[in-house]
């Protein structure tokens, strides 16, 4: 059982995303939180899962971090403490916690999870698409309405960032003015 | 308490996930706050993929024998949430960059990204 | 304090004159866009898809942009191109599904495209939309770091 161990040292780095005031190591740690997760994610079978958060987590987002330290202020100010977000915390945590308790246990293979969608799946994949990996065939064949969504939503959000930053010609023009 | 015990899983995501939500309500820096909706979003990827785990069994990716045909009669973890939370993080990180490219704007517009220096400003220029 | 402009790899000073940086990188970025079409067309068979594949390039061009500098990954991939490949991909995850209306089946019913064995057209529908999905991933995660690598340089 390691998981749970996983699980605290999960937990430790995210307490110290949250004490720490230096948003440089701050962006670091969010690295490395990302690989333990990927860590986790491979431990409950999900290694596709586990490769995309490693790839993403770990490299990408890091560096969209730093450069977005590079514009502004790479320290936090200090702030007073407070307690209303304490409350509102541990009183929804606190909810949340008391609304699963009735949920299946973790693993459980009678889950209701388990015996529908996913059991079909697994049942029907093997001869009518042929591929061992089961996750790719759900993603661009079953579900490929969804993928196909996912795609767009990730083009519209590059569009986005596109027009927020300028894009190419915003920027050669703000060159020109420079020089 | 054997309950919560049994539910550790559950628990401790909703911990993870908490510790983000309280980044994000109770830091004033925005690039603070995107870093807690990642930690929240992690932590909702983490919950969807425990619950897909099946206890004993594997990855799902039919092992072949050596008649070159799949194994299927082996436990599989459920693959519907891998596939829905595979996506869910590649759009989420590019919701996140354009999270971010909102912060840049605002820090060259404000010249701070601190949320309550930045409400001050727009409060004043109201009243101006 | 802002970050110095080495530590985001605009200026072309420090981080090209690092020996160690320069060689293992340079070592490691074929091997890093090989291993990115691997997983893209392993996909099928082991973890992987265009997903991973797409920000696994992405990654490899970005490395080269941290070290050489912005103005040379740049130069590598212009952005221009990587404007046009992000529509590209979305066009050909669509395009493949449209191919099927045509070939008389449903939107993204893959078993049409090859009219001696359903299983076969299936593989091929995946192919197809995989490589869509990398080629968009790979080409939006560019375009983002070109923006924001971009904006810090002044």
């Known amino acids: ?179 | 308490m054997s309950e919560v015990l049994g539910h550790w899983n559950q628990v401790a995501v909703i911990v993870l996930m908490m510790i983000g939500l309280y980044t994000v309500i109770s830091s004033d820096n925005l690039v603070k706050k995107v870093i807690g909706l990642n930690l929240f979003q992690v932590a909702v990827i983490m919950f969807y993929v425990s619950m897909g785990k099946v206890a004993g069994g594997t990855a799902p990716i039919f092992p072949v024998d050596e008649a070159g045909n799949y194994v299927t009669d082996i436990a599989f973890s459920n693959p519907l949430p891998h596939v829905l939370m595979l996506t869910a993080i590649v759009v989420g990180v590019a919701t996140t960059a354009l999270g971010l490219s909102l912060v840049i704007r605002i820090q060259e517009a404000y010249g701070t990204v601190e949320e309550d220096e930045i409400l001050d400003m727009d409060h004043r220029e109201a009243h101006v | 304090m802002p970050l110095s402009e080495q530590e985001m790899g605009k200026s072309p000073m420090r981080m090209r004159d690092k020996l160690v940086l320069r060689v293992v990188s340079m070592a490691f970025i074929p091997f890093i866009l090989l291993f990115a079409l691997y997983v893209q067309f392993h996909g099928d068979y082991g973890p992987g898809g265009g997903f991973q594949a797409g920000v696994i390039f992405a990654a490899g061009v970005i490395l080269h942009g941290l070290i050489f500098g912005l103005r040379s990954a740049e130069r590598v991939i212009p952005p221009k191109v990587v404007e046009i490949m992000s529509a590209l991909g979305l066009l050909l995850y669509v395009g493949t599904g449209l191919l099927c209306v045509a070939l008389g089946g449903r939107f993204l019913e893959y078993g049409v495209l090859d009219h001696h064995d359903p299983v076969h057209g299936q593989h091929y529908g995946i192919i197809l939309v995989e490589a869509g999905v990398g080629i968009a991933v790979a080409s939006v995660m560019l375009c983002i770091y070109y923006a924001v690598a971009g904006r810090g340089r002044r």
Do not use: C
């Open chain 1, 1 to 179: 059982m390691i998981e749970p161990l996983l699980f605290v040292l999960l937990l430790a780095l995210a307490v110290a995303i949250l004490k720490l005031k230096d948003l440089f190591a701050i962006a670091m740690l969010s690295g490395a939180f990302s690989l333990v997760s990927a860590g986790l994610f491979t431990l409950m079978d999900a290694v596709d899962v586990a490769f995309t958060e490693a790839a993403v987590g770990a490299g990408f987002t890091t560096v969209l971090f730093l450069g977005t330290l590079a514009v502004t202020a790479n320290t936090e100010r200090q702030q007073p403490f407070r307690l209303g977000p304490l409350l509102v915390v541990l009183v929804v945590g606190a909810v949340l916690i008391w609304a699963g308790l009735d949920a299946p246990l973790y693993g459980d293979p009678t889950a209701p999870v388990h015996t529908h969608l996913g059991a079909e799946f697994i049942g029907r994949a093997p001869s009518e698409i042929d591929m061992p990996n089961i996750v790719t065939a759900v993603l661009a064949s079953y579900r490929g309405y969804d993928t196909m969504g996912e795609t767009a939503v990730i083009f519209t959000a590059g569009v986005g960032v596109m027009l927020l930053l300028g894009g190419r010609k915003g920027r050669d023009l703000d060159e020109e003015d420079q020089d």
